[in-house]
């Protein structure tokens, strides 16, 4: 906007970028760079609030308003004879073009005006206006009157107009120059009109950086882009409204040509799981990692994964024939996603029968096969208040019975191997027998009775069919039956000194227990009283144990898989030390950042530790001593920068993962860190609103602090400029923020910042990913709360995880809510980050609180 201290505002800029709103009297704020007048960042410059209000006088405090903003403006409140909307052309250069609010009451001479809009229009002195006909403008008057239906005007910077340069054929116009006296002006005094003299009161001010004049493009039609309404958006219920550029790629609402592929499936589920983990007879080891079973092959190093449920998995039991597999999941928020079991193929991955749909509540906490009629039965236990028990013949879909059990904690269910009718149930203060009758009917046995402080955490049984259980305690119960059917206790000791997880029994009747807290694994005679054979401890880096199972089921050679709480899996024996298969995070996974220029990428979590991996392969871990939340590459790829939960910023090498270098940046989270484009410069985002600024050098090594830029609301995610010279930050409550890196200060306008180019899109709302909110095609529109976003090098694809676990893949820009997409849902909760890789053949995801991380790959359609 250019305007004058001693009078109102002569217009205002639309496009190009900036856009101000003068109210009344202010305190001027202007620069001068290269023969052209900025505006200084913040409203900071000559003059202050009072002494600008002292100096004006009364009059100037009650000024009205001369200029406001269009979008905020009634409908009919702006009189065609107070002001108008025009467009201005460059007659030198077509492709110089912009909107501009004239205001026709202005105090300012019309020379002066046309010399101002030159100034936009990138000309040095602009001494005519003309129409698209030829005919020159010479008054506010005739663009009130004459030329009131005219909307396109041309600037030249010469006495008189180019030929050609209104376009080819239109000649300039005959008319001469006349006076309101009708007499003709003579040159001379046009010529002192034209050079008279400002007030140094009236400075020219413009809000146009050099660089930011957008030029028409043939592949983006500037008419078009002038022509394109703000986009505004439904968030938590408040609407925010988002501008859109000058120009952007074509808008196309067809979904991509690629669609989304699970390639591999990193981490195990053991920190708040239980009994997950099996040996199939192909040798795959079989696991659930969020809503995927996985199928894991060492010797050909290949993973399968079936993929049918749509919320996680909560529990997984095998067929006794080894075959077929019986898998439930928790309840999501819509009608797709109802709490039900599978029954699926290990050979086919394809689903056979499901059941439970609209019978089970919340969820599944429990499924089991039947061991004497070869599995014809299955067993769920539902988590909802009631924790009903019920008995399917699966192959049918048949409910045999169902019964409440009314009890509170409940952690698992099987059948009895020597009886089908009968079911045990455990868990906290509660072990029960239930002998289901001909007619459907339970009755029940209580073996402990609440309220009981023991925590029954296991069951396993001998081969005589007696009971042994395991409790929180540390101590294993075995329950044998009398003569007249009661059991009663044959046995109990002490195993470990804190909760047991889980039991086995191999075939040669060895009992090996796994300590959750103590981290021992041990081995007892189940011939000699229980007598201990030996035990083995497993390092504070693994965890405690979670699950226990025979490498070779059948064989007596003492090799097992070890699932561990803390998402590892060993291998080995309690002969010899125990080697890691898989590595997971062993806390909530939040931070990822995808290599430069390799399909390499990073992950850093609540655990401490900050992993490097080359699609399924594990690099490097490496323990830095802080929960990391934010991760990011330097440009060159040899030095990863990582956030902490406690202000810390880690410097890691990423050829070897060793610490580099920590700086103590605050006392809050730092929520997201980004690297400028050049690598001279990295931005961190934290928790207590602020942005702070290091210089770097050293190919990212070395971290000098320049200063911090204050903010109010925590930040999530950020990205630079392409030039460097800005950033735009996304905060906990979906507002866009914009900040000035040269002048340290916010930039309050997004009208200002709507034509930036930005190197990543990590920010997950603004104009050009819109149609990522509110979208028509989504289930429920209106709750969708997109978590994470992501863009290809390329710029044609975008991609992002929302806070129900779907993972969507649009092409971009993606404005309208009519956008379509590809979709793929294998998480719950809230996906904590999405990346593509380098080459944009690939992309990864991480989940929040499952610590599940996934690759996965586009296909062509």
């Not at 081969?463 to 119960?477: H, K, Q």
């Not at 990428?601 to 939340?629: C, M, N, P, Q």
């Not at 460097?724 to 979906?734: A, R």
Request: proline residues 5%; glycine residues 10%.
């Amino acid at each position: 906007m250019l305007y004058d201290s001693d009078d109102e505002a002569a217009f205002v800029i639309l496009t190009p970028p900036m856009y101000y709103t003068y109210h009344g009297y202010k305190p001027a704020s202007y620069g001068k760079k290269n023969g052209i007048w900025y505006a200084s960042p913040g409203n900071q410059g000559w003059g202050g609030g009072a002494a600008g209000a002292a100096g004006g006088g009364g009059s100037r405090l009650s000024r009205k308003p001369s200029v406001t903003e269009v979008d905020n403006m009634p409908s009919g409140s702006l009189k065609p004879s107070a002001g108008r909307v025009i467009r201005i052309i460059n007659s030198h250069d077509h492709s110089v073009q912009c909107r501009v609010l004239l205001n026709l009451r202005t105090s300012q001479p019309f020379e002066e005006v046309l010399e101002d809009l030159g100034q936009v229009l990138k000309m040095l002195s602009a001494r005519k206006m003309y129409t698209a006909s030829g005919q020159e403008v010479r008054s506010f008057s005739q663009l009130r009157n004459e030329f009131a239906e005219v909307d396109t005007f041309y600037l030249c910077s010469t006495p008189t107009l180019p030929v050609g340069a209104l376009g080819p054929g239109v000649p300039p116009s005959p008319r001469r120059s006349r006076s309101r006296l009708g007499g003709s002006v003579p040159d001379d005094l046009g010529k002192t009109a034209r050079q008279r003299a400002r007030s140094k009161s009236r400075p020219r001010v413009l809000y146009a950086p050099e660089n930011e004049l957008v030029r028409a493009s043939s592949d983006y039609p500037l008419l078009d882009s002038l022509k394109e309404e703000p986009t505004r958006i439904t968030i938590r219920g408040l609407r925010r409204t988002f501008y859109p550029p000058m120009h952007h790629p074509p808008v196309d609402n067809s979904p991509p040509d690629k669609k989304l592929s699970l390639f591999w499936v990193h981490g195990y589920r053991g920190i708040d799981s239980k009994r997950n983990l099996w040996v199939l007879p192909s040798g795959e080891l079989l696991y659930y990692v969020a809503a995927v079973a996985i199928l894991y092959d060492r010797e050909e190093e290949a993973q399968r994964h079936y993929t049918g449920h749509t919320e996680d998995i909560m529990c997984m039991e095998v067929h006794p024939s080894r075959e077929l597999v019986g898998s439930g999941q928790r309840a999501g928020r819509d009608r797709k996603s109802q709490a039900h079991v599978r029954i699926w193929s290990t050979e086919s991955l394809q689903t056979l029968y499901v059941f439970g749909m609209g019978e089970l509540d919340s969820g599944v906490l429990a499924v089991a096969f039947s061991q004497l009629n070869g599995g014809s039965y299955i067993l769920a236990v539902d988590a909802g208040r009631e924790s009903i028990l019920s008995v399917w013949q699966w192959q049918w879909g048949h409910l045999l019975g169902k019964v409440a059990t009314l009890q509170e904690g409940i952690w698992g269910a099987t059948f009895h191997p020597l009886d089908d009718n009968l079911l045990i149930t455990h868990g906290k203060g509660h072990l029960a027998f239930w002998h289901r009758r001909k007619d459907g009917f339970f009755e029940k046995t209580d073996i402990i009775k609440p309220p009981a402080r023991t925590f029954v955490t296991c069951v396993q049984f001998e081969p005589d069919g007696d009971v042994i259980t395991a409790d929180s305690d540390g101590f294993i119960t075995i329950y044998s039956v009398d003569a007249d059917g009661a059991y009663f206790v044959r046995m109990e000791f002490e195993a470990h000194s804190k909760a047991i997880a889980c039991l086995v029994m191999l075939s040669e009747g060895t009992l090996i227990s796994g300590g959750e807290k103590d981290r021992k694994i041990a081995a007892w005679d189940s011939l000699q009283n229980y007598k201990r054979i030996t035990d083995i401890k497993l390092p504070e880096s693994a965890g405690g144990v979670r699950t226990i199972y025979p490498q070779r089921p059948g064989r007596n050679d003492g090799n097992i898989y070890v699932g561990t709480t803390r998402n590892n899996i060993l291998e080995g024996s309690l002969q010899r030390r125990f080697n890691q298969v898989i590595f997971g995070h062993g806390k909530q996974l939040w931070a990822m950042a995808a290599h430069p220029n390799d399909e390499v990428f990073a992950t850093g979590g609540h655990d401490k530790y900050v992993a490097l991996w080359r699609r399924h392969k594990l690099i490097w871990t490496s323990s830095v001593g802080y929960e990391i939340i934010s991760l990011a590459f330097h440009p060159y790829g040899a030095a990863l920068a990582a956030g902490s939960s406690e202000g810390h910023l880690v410097v890691i090498n990423a050829e070897n993962g060793a610490t580099m270098l920590t700086i103590r940046v605050c006392g809050s989270p730092l929520n997201c860190v980004e690297f400028n484009t050049v690598g001279d410069m990295i931005a961190i985002g934290s928790q207590n609103g602020s942005i702070y600024l290091f210089r770097v050098s050293r190919d990212g090594f070395s971290f000098k602090k320049i200063n911090k830029i204050r903010g109010s609301q925590p930040l999530t995610h950020l990205d630079w400029s392409s030039e460097g010279n800005f950033l735009q930050s996304t905060t906990v409550d979906f507002d866009l923020l914009f900040w000035d890196v040269k002048s340290l200060s916010p930039e309050k306008s997004p009208i200002a910042m709507k034509d930036v180019k930005w190197s990543t899109n990590n920010s997950t709302v603004g104009f050009l990913v819109a149609g990522m909110w509110n979208n028509r095609y989504y289930a429920t529109p209106a709750n969708t709360i997109i978590s994470t976003a992501s863009r290809t090098f390329a710029q044609d694809l975008i991609t992002c995880g929302d806070t129900d676990g779907y993972l969507r893949l649009f092409r971009y820009p993606c404005i309208t809510p009519r956008a379509e997409f590809t979709e793929a849902k294998v998480y719950s909760g809230t996906i904590a980050c999405v990346k593509f890789l380098y080459g944009n053949h690939s992309l990864v995801t991480v989940g929040g609180t499952d610590a599940s991380l996934m690759i996965w790959e586009l296909i062509e359609e």
